[in-house]
Structure formats: structure tokens, C-alpha cells
């Protein structure tokens, strides 16, 4: 039913329950045909939204300033005037909820349009007076299984903003709650989304078990660690050290993995990566003014996020669109990532030539069967793999400086590449294959975390002195190593590299990383002095018995 009619419905009731239309004041007739439309204009305004275009970074920034305009107005004001609201339109809890709902909806929607962390609190904030202040809690007594469903979404929803933020605590009593609402309602309503919803169960509990390392306090609560930039997270740049000024303003998060851990549109390997170029939230209200206006003044230097897409299975044409996107939007002196997370496509049988289109590349999203769940090979050996993306196909974007991280059983494809027109370029490719003895779990005291932490910095300083300081090194590496974003993944992924060549199982060249341009062993991923690190912080974890003491000679 529409507001309008609500509000006539509305007086009629009174009228027939012995008052008249003429006896209700003039100035409460006004608050519920204000608050009806506010609400109506909410709605169009909201549900406008999804028209909005889903790339570019300007074009729907003032729709969403009208939005959260009136959003803002009809909180406020069903604050303002809620007893006539409840006594002559008959709102309800949930419809209250339903406000709130939207608006948390409104800011976790700008999080994903400007990757600025400080609004997940805001969602959370409105998320977490729902449940506080019970707005769903008549939803059950009433014999409407789409009400009911709201409430469900909502906790999904929740569920999002609180895996975003890392509250593992709160996350964990909202499944317990969600699924007792999912019970319920499958028992009232015997309806037919039953299987649906029990999948929803599923994969949060499945994302909730996949951190490989859990650490606990003395009395065995969980301590909440995170993997955003902190102010001590990346290696500072010291005296010497001669770096490019490049900056990463755009990212690609792609996730086309099959059968890998998800919530929502959301997988593991894509949660991980998007917190991995996020700084820890600030609290917005303090810091910012509100969503859709001009920025203060005063907001803090260096608070600025990479703009990020996050694309869950993408066909080639929509992942094609967003990069052509960010690059067309791309400022000068910056950098644009592509994540790539995905199964990996194989060339069938030898081919002639050793180009950019003939080693395969990582799986687009298509209708095609997946064969032996992980390799996608072409049914014509005459053509290439139409739903797949080669190296060749970022030939294009390389006219700019571009950061490709590649985690698939074909990354070494991406090892083939070219550097044509002479941009800052770097590729770093997971390994193709891992040994099947490793073990990916493991609980760790508080203290002895924070002692391995305080050892990994210390790593991850004496890496950027070995790698600003190399003669032989690829330019491209200098160049991004300004940003701390990049100087971060950069450390990180050399002290990887050389942690699994000292590791006694990883054996295989296909159980290394690599990277385009090759970076020189020597200075970098086998430097001895980096190995005496690693040997070290493995005595400190006890585990130094799995790891070669004189590994260059193993070589």
C-alpha cells in the first residue's frame, strides 16, 4: 500500500471508529502527509540507485547526495514526531527498522563507491541500533513471510559490514541469531527459499573458519588481528633510498575461482586483498562531513584509499569495461592494480609461435562446464580460449603504469609478457602448484604474535634497504615503491618468495612465486642476510626443523 492510501486508510479508520476527519488537527494532517512524503521520495530515490552506472567515479555522486539528503530528513524526522506517527499513521517497529535498514544499506553502498573505510562504521552504527533497540521483533507475529524476509537480509547484510570490520565476536552471535530466524520462518512458511538460506549459513560459517591463524589471548578469546594498513604496517622510506612518486589511485579485485571460499559476492582471496589496500577506519562523524557534499577542510593528510571494483565472475566484456574505466579515469602520476583471482586456463597442445595468446591466462566468467574443476581447456585447437583472459589483452593498458597481481594455476602465463611502451610495469605471480603435506592452521599465543610482528617489520625494513639498494634491478619495481601500498604487497611478496625456497617441502619451481620483470635472486629472494632472518623468526615460532639451514647450496 502506497503512503498516500495509507494516509487516507488511516483517516478513515478514525473516522469509523467514532471520531471525525474534521476533528484531527490540521497541523498532525500535515505530519503524516510530510512524513508520507518523505518516505515515497526516499523510496524513488533509493530504488534509483541500481540505475546508477556501476563505473566511473563522479557520475553518481550527486544522486547519492539527494539520497542521503532525504534519508537524513525522514530519520530525523519520525524521531521528531513519532507519537503522531504511531497514533494517526500507525507506524510500526519494523517499518522504522526498514528506514534504518536502508540508510545502513546507503553507506555500506558509498563504502564500495569511494573504498573509504570510515563509512562501514557508519553502516554498522545503523546496523547495530536494529538489533539493539529490537525494530524486526514483531516481524514473527505477523503472517507475512516477505516481512520476515527483510529481516533475514538484514542480517545478512550485517553479517558483511561486521566480516569488513573484522568483528569476528559480533558476526559469530548474528549467525547463531540469523539461524534461528531462518528455522523459524522455514517451519511457519514452509517455503521453497529454504535451501537458499541454509546456503547463506554455510558460507559464512565456511568464511569464518578460513583464517588459516587463530590467536588467542591468555584466557583463550580470540584476539582480532587485521589486514589493513596500519601506521607502522609498510617499510618507511629512509634517507637513500631513491623511489618513484607514483601513487596507487585504482584497483581491480577480481574473484573467478571455482569452488573457493565466499559470502555473498565476496571470496576469500578478494576479502583478504581488498583490506590488504584499505588504511584501518577512522570514525567518520569526527572526521568527515556527509556523504554527497563538499569534503572539510580538515580532513586528515593521508587518509585516502585506492578506489577499488570488486568483480565477482566477470564475463570478459564486464571486466574489459571496468578496466577500460579506470583507466580513462586514471590521474597522471598514478597506478592502476589488477588483482586476479582465478582458475587458470591452459593452451592445448604446443604452439609455433610464443606470443602474448599463447599461454593461456585466468578463467572469464562463462556457461561452459569446468573440466576436473580447475583446468579449462578449448574445444577447437585451431582457436584460442575465447573466456579467458591472455596477457595479450592488457597489452592496451600498459600506456599507463600498471601493478598486475596475478593467484592462479596459470600465472606463469603472465610471466610472458612485454613491456611496450616503457611505463613503470610489474607482474607478481603466485605459484602454480602447492605440496600437498602443507598444513594451513595453526593457533598462536598473544604474545608471541606480537613478538613475530615486531620481528616481520624488522624484515620487511632490511627487504626495501636490500631492494632500493640492488644494481641490478628492474626500474618498474623503484618506481612503485614510493607508494606504501605497493611497498607493502612488494616486501611482502619477496619475503614470501624466499620463506617457501627455504621451506624443505615447497621442492618444485612450481611451488615458488614469480614475477615480471624476474627479480635478481641474489639481492632479493635468496640474500643470504634475508635467509638468516627467516631462519631466526623461525626459532622464534619453533619451527625452524621444517626450514634448510644452508639452502643456497640446495640450489
Not at 471508529?17 to 524513488?44: H, N
Not at 563505473?55 to 513519532?82: A, E, M, P
Not at 589486514?227 to 618507511?236: D, H, I, K, V, Y
Not at 584509499?305 to 564475463?315: C, W
Request: aromatic fraction near 12%; hydrophobic fraction near 35%; charge should be neutral.
Amino acid at each position: 500500500m502506497k503512503c498516500k492510501q495509507k494516509t487516507e486508510f488511516a483517516l478513515k479508520q478514525i473516522m469509523s471508529s467514532g471520531g471525525a476527519e474534521d476533528d484531527i488537527p490540521q497541523a498532525e494532517r500535515k505530519t503524516v502527509t510530510d512524513f508520507c512524503y518523505l518516505l515515497d521520495k526516499s523510496k524513488q530515490l533509493f530504488n534509483g540507485l541500481r540505475d546508477l552506472p556501476q563505473y566511473g567515479q563522479k557520475q553518481w555522486q550527486s544522486y547519492f547526495g539527494r539520497t542521503f539528503d532525504v534519508y537524513t530528513k525522514l530519520w530525523k524526522f519520525q524521531q521528531q514526531h513519532r507519537q503522531v506517527l504511531d497514533n494517526r499513521y500507525g507506524l510500526k517497529r519494523w517499518q522504522i527498522g526498514e528506514i534504518a535498514s536502508k540508510i545502513g544499506q546507503l553507506y555500506y553502498h558509498y563504502y564500495l563507491r569511494t573504498s573509504e573505510t570510515s563509512y562501514l562504521n557508519e553502516a554498522f552504527s545503523f546496523y547495530s541500533a536494529i538489533r539493539q533497540r529490537s525494530y524486526y521483533s514483531q516481524v514473527n507475529k505477523e503472517d507475512r513471510p516477505e516481512l520476515v524476509v527483510k529481516k533475514l537480509r538484514y542480517y545478512a547484510r550485517f553479517i558483511v559490514v561486521c566480516l569488513l570490520l573484522n568483528k569476528m565476536d559480533v558476526v559469530k552471535d548474528l549467525v547463531k541469531e540469523l539461524s534461528d530466524e531462518i528455522e523459524d520462518y522455514t517451519h511457519r512458511f514452509n517455503t521453497e527459499d529454504q535451501v537458499e538460506w541454509n546456503l547463506v549459513l554455510q558460507e559464512v560459517a565456511a568464511f569464518i573458519e578460513a583464517d588459516p591463524v587463530m590467536v588467542l589471548n591468555d584466557d583463550n578469546t580470540i584476539v582480532i588481528t587485521s589486514n589493513r594498513l596500519s601506521e607502522t604496517g609498510a617499510p618507511l622510506l629512509e634517507q637513500g633510498m631513491i623511489v618513484g612518486q607514483l601513487a596507487l589511485a585504482d584497483a581491480l579485485i577480481i574473484g573467478n575461482c571455482n569452488n573457493q571460499v565466499k559470502f555473498s559476492e565476496l571470496t576469500i582471496d578478494m576479502f583478504r586483498m581488498l583490506q590488504a589496500l584499505e588504511r584501518e577506519p577512522m570514525n567518520l562523524a569526527s572526521q568527515m562531513n556527509k556523504p554527497g557534499m563538499q569534503e572539510s577542510t580538515e580532513k586528515p593528510a593521508r587518509r585516502e584509499n585506492p578506489h577499488k571494483y570488486l568483480l565477482y565472475k566477470p564475463t570478459f566484456s564486464q571486466l574489459y569495461t571496468f578496466l577500460a574505466a579506470s583507466f580513462k579515469e586514471l590521474p597522471a602520476n598514478s597506478v592502476l592494480l589488477i588483482y586476479l583471482s582465478a582458475t587458470g586456463v591452459f593452451p592445448s597442445g604446443r604452439s609455433d609461435s610464443e606470443g602474448p595468446y599463447d599461454f593461456g591466462g585466468v578463467l572469464t566468467n562463462s556457461n561452459r562446464d569446468v573440466i576436473n574443476g580447475d583446468a579449462i581447456h578449448k574445444r577447437n585447437q585451431s582457436y584460442k580460449e575465447m573466456h579467458c583472459l591472455h596477457p595479450g589483452d592488457l597489452y592496451p593498458f600498459t600506456r599507463k603504469p600498471l601493478f598486475i597481481i596475478v593467484d592462479s594455476s596459470n600465472s606463469v602465463a603472465y610471466k610472458n609478457f612485454t613491456n611496450l611502451f616503457g611505463q613503470p610495469l610489474v607482474c607478481l605471480l603466485s605459484p602454480t602448484a602447492y605440496p600437498k603435506a602443507l598444513q594451513d592452521q595453526s593457533h598462536m599465543r598473544r604474545g608471541l604474535w606480537e613478538k613475530c610482528q615486531d620481528y616481520l617489520r624488522k624484515i620487511n625494513r632490511d627487504i626495501a634497504q636490500l631492494l632500493t639498494h640492488s644494481r641490478s634491478i628492474d626500474h618498474s619495481f623503484l618506481q612503485f615503491f614510493g607508494d606504501e601500498f605497493l611497498r607493502l604487497l612488494l616486501t611482502r611478496f619477496i619475503f614470501c618468495s624466499a620463506t617457501m625456497r627455504m621451506h624443505k617441502i615447497f621442492r618444485e619451481t612450481r611451488n615458488y612465486p614469480e614475477s615480471y620483470p624476474q627479480l635478481p635472486r641474489d639481492e632479493t629472494v635468496e640474500n643470504p642476510h634475508l635467509q638468516k632472518h627467516i631462519l631466526e623468526l623461525a626459532s622464534i615460532l619453533d619451527v625452524r626443523n621444517v626450514f634448510l639451514e644452508n639452502t643456497l647450496d640446495d640450489y
